[in-house]
């Protein structure tokens, strides 16, 4: 029987809580520690969980061969590089780092030092979205919504890298083309950063997504839509909905000529399935499920559409 692999939590805030409680259940996996600043906080989980708690990350690196790192975006470069030198494999949540060089050294440090870097872009995970995923043929117009309750957590970061970076990631994915022009608007509503964006993405091939996110709605929504020839394709992350609508001859419907399905998926952890597929690439020896560099490039194409924004501000 393989030894389970000896993991610990870096941040136990209200994330890095929910990452040690999965990594706690699994057989695969032996918690061997969690870090935070917080004193309180860090005793609090690990006598919940029944491990050690450290306030210097740096002293639980030596007790585990990976971690999960869910503190602050400002402080994920210096954390992921400490975790990286030390020989350990790492999950890091999203958004990757602050800028794109940071990124650029995480990416070149794991790859010269053989070691995997994922990144938490949590929603890949979502069962409609891996099913839309595997329907996509040749994506010509991207819609997304993204409208949240106003939440302090989170708001170390503008709209864009905390919310519209998920449907990013999910463009740039499903998008096999560069973008070739970026037509952005936003406005600071309740914070001193943007929470509300809008932004026209064009891809060379001719492909374009429009993409919204808030932070200050009063009802919270997580649509997105693809089109493509000859079908339509939706999910409804609340719901766990995935709609399809495609050209069919003989097909009886509301719209003849077109057949319709409507796929509901029960209830999952995508927080768990997430963990679990770091885990398994960890004991498989498998490249990362999402790498250092599709972070990266969610990363880039959030902080250039940040810049537009700044510009159509003039």
């Known amino acids: 029987m393989t030894e389970p692999i000896k993991v610990g939590v870096i941040g136990v805030g209200y994330l890095g809580r929910f990452h040690a409680e999965k990594y706690a259940a699994l057989t695969e996996t032996e918690l061997a520690g969690v870090a935070d600043l917080n004193r309180d906080q860090a005793r609090k989980v690990a006598q919940a969980l029944n491990t050690a708690d450290y306030t210097d990350y740096r002293e639980l690196l030596p007790q585990v061969a990976a971690v999960s790192v869910a503190v602050p975006t400002s402080l994920h470069f210096t954390v992921v590089r400490d975790c990286l030198a030390a020989g350990c494999q790492v999950l890091v949540e999203k958004p990757i780092t602050v800028t794109v060089a940071e990124a650029d050294e995480l990416v070149r440090l794991a790859h010269e030092r053989g070691l995997l870097l994922m990144v938490g872009h949590l929603e890949r995970f979502n069962s409609a979205m891996e099913e839309l995923g595997q329907r996509v043929t040749q994506p ?57 964006a809008n932004v026209r993405l064009e891809f060379g091939d001719g492909c374009i997504a ?71 690439a960890l004991q498989n020896r498998r490249p990362s499920p999402i790498s250092g560099e599709a972070g990266r490039a969610a990363l880039a194409l959030a902080l250039e559409i940040n810049a537009a924004m700044k510009k159509a501000k003039g």
Do not use: C, W
Request: aromatic share 8%; net charge negative; glycine share 4%.
């Open 140 to 196: 010509r117009f991207i819609e997304s919504h993204r409208l949240s309750f106003f939440k302090e957590r989170g708001t170390d970061v503008d709209v864009v890298l905390d919310l519209m970076i998920h449907d990013l990631d999910h463009v740039l994915r499903l998008v096999p083309s560069p973008v070739t022009e970026i037509r952005a608007a936003g406005i600071s509503v309740l914070t001193d950063s943007v929470d509300l």
């Open 210 to 280: 429009n993409l919204t996110a808030s932070r200050m709605s009063f009802k919270s929504m997580r649509k997105f839509r693809l089109f493509q020839p000859d079908a339509y394709l939706a999910v409804d992350f609340e719901n766990r909905e995935l709609t399809a609508a495609s050209r069919k001859d003989g097909a009886i419907g509301p719209l003849p000529g077109v057949a319709l399905e409507t796929r509901r998926f029960s209830q999952e952890d995508v927080l768990l399935k997430e963990i679990v597929a770091f885990v398994h």
